[in-house]
């Protein structure tokens, strides 16, 4: 969607006044930075940025801090919103709801808005983006993926002359951090999420990030970017690491593999040259010498295809009050330089408007762990099932078993997902199969 | 510096005239692209593009290529720059004299630049930015540092709010094959840089690469975005890859490091506090766990250092025509859409204005291979010379030398620049020193 309103700007040398909403960890990194280094932020905006207030819901929890000494705490956001002296509107409350209804009132009054909120962006993009739109200013949001590592303005400034072909990111910290510990020491899973959440690496409650809720949002941020096409959380394929087990891991190793929960957005055509876009979340076995392969401990790395640049990688520290602050703060120098000179970023851009894939045409390749009669004739029943549904194999490994058990490891050629699921069941079925261990879709070959 | 004039845009859906000028490889790339996708670029920059002619210095070379088929052709470069229907120059010729005219005669005459040239760039970046300021329009060169590897973006622009504490970058894609070539090898250089030549990574002149002047350019480029002062390639302290050997590539690999040319900028403190920068480029030994390390082939990469970000790295094809064409086509769409709805992009940041510190002065690590005479007490003699210059030693080795010589590898602490080349110089002269074979410095750990 393109401006309707446009913003002529207050003039060099203007103050751009800020609200912050919220008052945790990345907050209170945001007002530091910007009251330590005022004279460095005025020259990069071209006028001086002057805090105004900071919202939160219980003053008494911030008694003591530098919003409190500042004279700058309020817990009434609604009206800290609408001040005449707000440019400028900065959310980092997280949440979906209270935000929403913020961030939506920020817009509408004129205030640009920096939003490290990737749950509120994957949800509800559109009506922000109109909303911006329509009042002819800007929505930031380059903390909301992976943090202080920039991708958001990649993808949507640098790459804007090329055609994005696949995204392939991590995105989750605490997930990797739990994989690559997993992958280094050879424990459980239950080990190592124990040892993420004695670190700080995983909150108390970890669903959003072990199930790839948190890295879902991320990936419908990222397609929407990439493929100019509006994406939203709930297009997203989403499985999580949790049943990921140590054998899983050793097995992966032993071929040459790690495990790593992805974010993948890829761009399709089929036979008749339609183009559709797919997102989805799962664990993926990556070969150990692809550059996602190596990204260790909780880091992030996003990994781009485009049609003229060819790969791009994107590595840093994905999450953290200070990567986040900032992201929050270029996001905030970058809109405070269009109050003061005019203009406006690069909005929202759906024009391509490709049709989200249904997940079962999706193209990918599964690794098979399961546990087999170890009789003469069973490899030859079993690729006749992988023969019925048209998948042919890459590679098969077995492994000792016990007593009278193989373990066999297969590997196929790409299909479609839904040919593979489907072969997955017949297999569950098969005579010879007691049981079927693991499925893990691979990438990067 | 600020704009001092203000650019209200032509209009939503208002054409963008552009000339291009230089129709080798890269220009030749972003003609194609802008045909072929024609209507994705007027989505994305908000009106159409349209080229108004291709200027090149002989025709007659060109004819029955796409510019010719579309008549786009002309030999007059200075009238198509002023041309009044045009509004955006691109410069892909190289070169600086008449590139650099030519630019400022664009500039001056209201056109923004996009511009791929790094020489350019890195030798007149102070008279090009206050002519691009005075005129009130955008000055674009993504591609001059590592082509599609979108990286003076995010310095200029995600970066904005922190401070930027160094930059690493491998920035040359030839000298970076010929030197991952010999690692992997053990080749000697002038065998890999025939290699590099038969496959097209190299020049048939190669001295820009091979000397680091390419990288240079480029690390002066970078330390100005970084560090928010101007600086050029005569500031940049510069060592090209010539005098290093198989055996430098097998001991560094034998202690656990690779060899890499790097540009490497600086932010230096002194004890009173006052902040200076150094650039330089020079043969660098990397921990082979060191994500630079891993950089293979003819691909770039940056790692960045920032305050608040931690550690970054973008990484990808830092050369050749479709990914110089890709940052040029994404830097065409920026330019354009600011000529579209008004605004300007950051301009040059200068404010910060620190002095470039003696190169002398430069905190650096020294691996000094030499050839002694295999004598006991040689060693004791040595440390004692090291001492002399307050330098301590880390690691000492010894290779087994030929006769009664013996092959001694000496890495050092951090020092002082001027101490640990002083100290090279007591090490010629002293007894029982035969040679001193090399001298490469260190880095990242």
């Known amino acids: 969607m393109t401006p309707t309103t446009f913003n002529p700007g207050k003039g060099a040398g203007s103050t751009v006044g800020i609200a912050i909403l919220g008052y945790g960890t990345v907050g209170s990194q945001v007002l530091r930075l910007m009251v330590e280094n005022a004279d460095e932020f005025a020259h990069r ?36 919103i609408k001040r005449d002296d707000v440019d400028l509107v900065v959310e980092v409350i997280g949440g979906i709801d209270y935000p929403r209804e913020l961030v939506l009132s920020a817009l509408r009054s004129g205030k640009s808005v920096v939003t490290a909120n990737k749950a509120l962006v994957a949800a509800h993009s559109a009506e922000l983006a109109e909303a911006a739109d329509q009042a002819g200013v800007d929505l930031y949001f380059e903390a909301a993926v992976a943090a202080a590592i920039p991708v958001v303005g990649p993808l949507r400034r640098s790459l804007a ?28 899973y239950d080990d190592m999420l124990a040892e993420a959440t004695r670190l700080g690496y995983a ?48 097995a992966a190793k032993a071929a040459g593999y790690t495990i790593k929960l992805l974010a993948i957005c890829d761009r399709l055509k089929d036979e008749a040259g339609h183009e559709s876009i797919a997102a989805r979340v799962h664990p993926t076995l990556v070969p150990r ?61 759906t024009y391509a408007n490709l049709p989200i ?9 599964f690794h098979i762990d399961m546990t087999v009669v170890d009789i003469i004739g069973v490899l030859a029943e079993l690729t006749k099932i992988f023969a019925a549904h048209g998948i042919s194999l890459r590679t098969v490994r077995q492994e000792e078993g016990t007593e009278k058990n193989a373990r066999l490891l297969v590997m196929t050629h790409e299909a479609k997902e839904s040919d593979l699921a489907a072969t997955v069941e017949t297999l569950k079925d098969a005579p010879s199969v007691i049981k079927v261990n693991s499925v893990i879709r691979m990438v990067g070959e």
Chains 1, 2 share one sequence.
């Open 289 to 349: 010498n692809h550059p996602l392969a190596n990204v260790h401990k909780s880091f992030n790395a996003i990994f781009v295809e485009a049609e003229a640049a060819g790969r791009l990688m994107f590595y840093g520290n994905g999450a953290g009050g200070n990567p986040t602050a900032s992201a929050v703060l270029g996001d905030i120098v970058g809109a405070g330089r269009n109050k003061v000179f005019g203009g406006r970023a690069p909005g929202e851009s």
């Open 161 to 188: 002359g090329d055609q994005v072909q696949s995204v392939a990111g991590i995105v989750n910290g605490t997930t990797n951090f739990i994989l690559d510990a997993m992958d280094s020491t050879g424990a459980s």
């Open 45 to 80: 905006t071209g006028g001086p940025l002057e805090v105004r207030g900071v919202a939160v819901s219980n003053k008494e929890k911030h008694v003591g801090t530098l919003a409190d000494e500042l004279g700058l705490l309020t817990d009434d956001a609604r009206s800290l």
């Open 357 to 365: 894939a249904n997940f079962g045409d999706v193209p990918t390749r």
């Open 203 to 250: 909150e108390a409650d970890p669903t959003a990030d072990v199930e790839g809720y948190d890295a879902a949002s991320k990936a419908a941020i990222l397609a929407s970017l990439a493929f100019h096409t509006r994406v939203t959380a709930d297009d997203v394929h989403c499985e999580g690491i949790t049943n990921i087990t140590a054998h899983d891991i050793q």
